[in-house]
C-alpha cells in the first residue's frame, strides 16, 4: 500500500515562505494523481491544490491560487507544496494524498491515501 510521509512544516512570520514535501513509499508515485489538504481546528479538511501524474494539468483553492504552487518530482517520488506570501489564516494540518483515479479533485472523496500530516503555523 502506497505510503505517504510529509514534512517541511514549522512556525513561519505573516508573508513570510514554507515548502512543505511529501515522500512516498512502497509504490511509485507517478500512478497517481496527488493533491494537499489542510485542516485548521475546529474545521473541516479542504483541497488546497491537485496535480495530475504527468504534471500538465494542477488545480487550486481561491484562497491560495497565486501564492502556492504544487509539484512534483517522480525520480524523487517526492510531492511539494511552496507557500509563499502566508496568511494567518493558512495555518493548518496539511496533508498529502493521492488517488489512482485520473482525478485533480479538491474534495476528500477522491482520495485513498494519505499521509499523517505536517503543522504549519503562521504567526507573529
Known amino acids: 500500500q502506497l505510503q505517504l510521509v510529509e514534512s517541511g512544516g514549522g512556525l513561519v512570520q505573516p508573508g513570510g515562505s514554507l515548502r512543505l514535501s511529501c515522500a512516498a513509499s512502497?509504490?511509485?508515485?507517478?500512478?497517481?494523481?496527488i493533491a494537499w489538504f489542510r485542516q485548521a481546528p475546529g474545521k473541516e479538511r479542504e483541497g488546497v491544490s491537485c496535480?495530475?501524474?504527468?504534471?500538465?494539468?494542477?488545480d487550486y483553492a481561491d484562497s491560495v491560487r497565486g501564492r502556492f504552487t504544487i509539484s512534483r518530482d517522480d525520480a524523487k517520488n517526492t510531492l511539494y507544496l511552496q507557500m509563499n506570501s502566508l496568511k494567518a489564516e493558512d495555518t493548518a494540518v496539511y496533508y498529502c494524498?493521492?488517488?489512482?483515479?485520473?482525478?485533480?479533485?479538491?474534495?476528500?472523496?477522491?482520495?485513498?491515501?494519505w499521509g499523517q500530516g505536517t503543522q504549519v503555523t503562521v504567526s507573529s
Open positions: 512502497k509504490f511509485t508515485l507517478n500512478y497517481y494523481y
Open positions: 496535480i495530475s501524474r504527468t504534471g500538465d494539468t494542477t
Open positions: 494524498a493521492a488517488t489512482i483515479r485520473s482525478v485533480c479533485q479538491l474534495s476528500v472523496m477522491w482520495y485513498d491515501y
